[in-house]
């Protein structure tokens, strides 16, 4: 059930502060969502140092975690984003294999 | 380890509130560090840790964090309402943040590097809103099945507990029991300040709730399994004996409200605050006698509690009403309390407990449970005697004169089939009855009562519309039992 190409993404990053990883985590989402979801995304980026009550409507314990908001269902996809293939499997851009 | 640390230089202390808990680690948990506790499922760990923080919020202005990675709130708070707690006050009050995680490993994909710094900053956050002085994380070990890294895991819960001892946190870290060590993913080895066991089990379909501090550093602690009860106020932990045998020991005497057992009792009946055993065969007026004693009590104006295992209170007032004692004035006066119930039909902790209830509730002067053979019968012997022990500690330590009636076998002799509990009783009255020509002959003598004289005599007595009364005394038979005359010439202290 991988997203149908006119759906837009309503996209959250949840970080702490700029860390090497929230910064690593920036840098590659706006890679893969420039790369496969051009001009249909919008990046929200939550700093839970700043706005630490945030952190509870979205369940936030690791970070970063990217929150897929739209298209429902909600998904999430925490670490720096390193890996696009599973980024993209977490985003239903790709179906997920059976070893995934 | 420095071999300085004594009880009167022990680190500080964090009470838990948690009735016995804080007797048996000798004042609470180490106050500004971490305590693990551990436990199979339901063996009560969540409401140790939960009974911990509310204590904490409601009397002793530590308001606390609750981080549950378990069930959600409502849940929760459902759960321990039932329990007599309100935590949605205490949450109205700013005194308890409870925050709820959920993890499911479904819901989650994981590329590349991360951190636990959102557990942090939740906890920190929910930490600096009320001024918390306690946490409790419930259980964090669910993070291991929720996240697939458990390198990460570990590295960033070392990091926590290193975290909450910077803060100061008192902080309670719950675990499943694990096969070999005390958690299923070796907490232990991060939290070593100090680690308390609970174990529930079942034997012969009674359940028996157990803890135990297998470690606390820097202080003295029990080290004996403890058994501990879960009921509608939550927790209560029995130490089996309050480590030192310190109760009051008081001069005073009381009657035993029959003048000639008085005389026997060296002219002046029990002492106050002692323990006596009333034991005999059926139906030689053990009853009767403890009737009596209660009928005495409160006639000085004294309280009394009566646990009947046997009869109803109606058939108790009743019945001594032909023995001349009108016990339903006192009833009446508020001075005794009847309390009947069956013990089949809970555990021995659970008995023990609602006696302790009541006990709280009326403050009696004098406790008479009859009979404790019926108790007996409800668990293995060790469980009995640890927990009579129990029993008898806490009377005597609210200065109560307790007496238990014993239902003794026909067959063997006295010394032998209350050995079990005799050893804790001060004062041990035997009844008997023997036909004798064409009538019963019942007769009674005293057994035992140390710190005082006491006669040797077995004397005959019978019942009239005036309760009972001995008959002048007679030669003893020359098989009734002797006792130390080293005994009765022992001087109270």
């Not at chain 2, 035993?256 to 005389?263: E, F, N, S, V």
């Not at chain 2, 449970?369 to 009579?388: E, Y």
Request: glycine fraction near 8%; hydrophobic fraction near 40%.
């Amino acid at each position: 059930m991988t997203a149908t190409p006119e759906e837009t993404f309503d996209l959250r990053l949840y970080v702490a502060g700029a860390t090497p990883k929230a910064v690593r985590a920036f840098a590659n989402l706006r890679k893969i969502c420039d790369e496969h979801l051009a001009g249909r995304y919008s990046i929200e980026v939550v700093d839970l140092v700043k706005n630490p009550a945030l952190g509870r409507g979205d369940q936030i314990l690791a970070l970063p975690t990217l929150v897929r908001r739209l298209p429902t269902p909600i998904k999430k996809i925490i670490g720096d984003l390193s890996n696009t293939e599973r980024v993209l499997v977490g985003l239903d851009l790709r179906p997920r294999r059976a070893s995934a | 380890m420095s071999k300085s640390v004594n009880q009167h230089n022990e680190i500080p202390k964090a009470r838990t509130g948690i009735p016995g808990l804080d007797d048996i680690t000798f004042g609470g948990l180490p106050a500004g560090r971490p305590t693990l506790v551990s436990g199979g499922p339901g063996s009560g760990k969540t409401l140790l840790g939960i009974s911990f923080l509310v204590e904490g919020a409601a009397r002793f202005s530590e308001p606390g964090v609750l981080l549950t990675f378990e069930e959600n709130a409502e849940e929760l708070a459902e759960d321990v309402r039932s329990l007599g707690y309100d935590l949605d006050k205490l949450i109205r009050e700013k005194k308890l943040v409870v925050d709820y995680i959920h993890v499911d490993r479904n819901e989650i994909e994981e590329t590349g590097e991360y951190d636990l710094e959102g557990l942090f900053v939740r906890l920190e956050h929910a930490i600096r809103e009320i001024g918390a002085r306690r946490v409790m994380l419930d259980t964090i070990e669910t993070l291991f099945g929720g996240l697939k890294d458990s390198g990460i895991l570990r590295a960033e819960l070392r990091r926590l507990f290193r975290w909450l001892r910077d803060k100061e946190m008192t902080a309670v870290v719950t675990a499943e029991r694990g096969e070999q060590l005390f958690t299923r993913q070796g907490l232990e080895e991060y939290i070593t300040d100090a680690v308390i066991l609970l174990d529930h089990r079942v034997h012969e379909q009674i359940s028996t709730r157990r803890i135990r501090i297998v470690k606390y550093r820097g202080s003295m602690h029990g080290t004996n399994e403890y058994p501990f009860l879960i009921d509608r106020d939550g927790i209560t932990v029995l130490p089996v004996t309050s480590l030192l045998l310190e109760h009051e020991a008081p001069h005073e005497r009381i009657s035993t409200g029959i003048p000639a057992l008085d005389d026997m009792l060296g002219g002046k009946g029990f002492y106050r605050s002692s323990t006596i055993l009333m034991s005999g065969t059926a139906g030689t007026g053990k009853t009767t006698m403890a009737a009596h004693f209660v009928d005495a009590a409160c006639a000085r104006g004294e309280k009394c509690l009566y646990f009947l295992f046997e009869e109803s209170p109606q058939q108790m007032v009743r019945n001594m009403t032909s023995a001349g004692i009108d016990l339903q004035r006192w009833v009446d006066k508020g001075l005794l309390q009847l309390h009947a119930d069956r013990p089949s039909r809970h555990g021995l902790e659970n008995h023990l407990l609602q006696m302790n209830h009541s006990v709280e509730l009326l403050s009696p002067d004098v406790v008479v449970v009859d009979p404790i053979t019926n108790l007996m019968a409800v668990g293995t012997q060790a469980d009995v005697r640890t927990m009579l022990t129990r029993v008898i500690d806490s009377l005597k330590t609210r200065g109560i004169t307790a007496m238990f009636t014993s239902l003794a076998s026909q067959v063997e002799s006295p010394e032998r089939t209350e050995s079990l509990i005799s050893s804790l009783m001060d004062t041990w009255v035997y009844v008997s009855a023997e036909i004798v020509g064409k009538q019963r002959d019942r007769q009674i003598f005293v057994l035992k009562s140390r710190g005082m004289p006491h006669s040797d005599e077995v004397r005959s007595f019978r019942f009239s519309s005036r309760g009972i009364e001995l008959l002048p005394p007679t030669q003893p038979p020359a098989n009734a039992p002797t006792h130390g005359a080293k005994r009765s010439a022992r001087k109270p202290k």
